[in-house]
């Protein structure tokens, strides 16, 4: 077993997607004002988003960090798998992701990495 001062446990769900590289720095406004800051205001306990951008496309992960299944099915429903796609982006959007992908977090040190920086 992995032994650690860092913290651990719960689970992160993981949603990518894909836009064209002309409306990327737009999409990526639209995604954090409506996704990430909506995922930290239900109780997840940490968001993060990385970009990609490609000669004609960017794409988007968003991983949020949750105590538990619990606590995300609260948010997400009974099939945390299943996506809750924001009202715009099916405008954004070059394809509809299906689902996200979730794990358990083992371990997660950059937090008190920055926490003892201070």
Sequence with gaps: MIQSSTTSGGVARIWRGRTSSTLANEYTQY???HGVKK???L???GVQMFREDQAD???FMVTSFWDNMEAMTR???TDPTQIRHLEKDPEYLLELPSNVQIL???SCNWMLSDMMRT
């Design 31 to 33: 995604l954090y004002d």
């Design 43 to 45: 109780g997840a306990r």
């Design 57 to 59: 496309s960017s794409f």
């Design 104 to 106: 358990s977090v083992v």
């Design 75 to 77: 948010w997400a429903g």
């Design 39 to 41: 995922l930290e205001s």
